[in-house]
């Protein structure tokens, strides 16, 4: 497992691919989960643990519901896996009477369209 890791790092890139071991993507996985979620929420505990394996046949099984894919699968898509900030862009359908307002609050213009509204964009960071 140590070689198929260590070559997918050299051909990533990555300068120094001969230290990386599957503990180094372990920890990397765990930082993400921790991590704010690209949504800039915090995902919770449980479900943190749950998708890192640490829950517990036994003591925990009770008390967190693992059958949930799709739950799982919306929490995992809200992992960011990137260092550089994120953005998070909101688009908003006006009426041409309230665009020099739109405009004044940081809004851009993207599009008008046939029935004269007026498609506004707000990026954020995050």
């Known amino acids: 497992m140590a070689k198929v890791i260590r070559r997918a790092a050299k051909l990533a890139g990555i300068s120094q691919w001969i230290y990386i071991i599957p503990h180094t993507?372990?920890?990397?996985?765990?930082?993400?989960?921790?991590?704010?979620?690209?949504d800039g929420g915090r995902m919770d505990k449980g479900t943190q643990e749950f998708l890192f394996g640490h829950i517990l046949p036994r003591s925990q099984d009770a008390y967190y519901d693992k059958d949930k894919i799709g739950f799982h699968r919306n929490e995992y898509e809200k992992l960011n896996f990137f260092d550089s900030p994120t953005t998070q862009s909101v688009d908003r359908l006006?009426?041409?009477?309230?665009?020099?307002?739109?405009l004044g609050e940081g809004w851009i213009f993207i599009?008008?369209?046939e029935n004269k509204q007026i498609i506004v964009r707000r990026t954020r960071h995050i």
């Open 25 to 38: 993507l372990r920890k990397a996985f765990e930082s993400v989960l921790r991590n704010p979620t690209v």
């Open 94 to 102: 006006i009426g041409s009477d309230v665009l020099e307002k739109y």
């Open 111 to 113: 599009a008008q369209l």
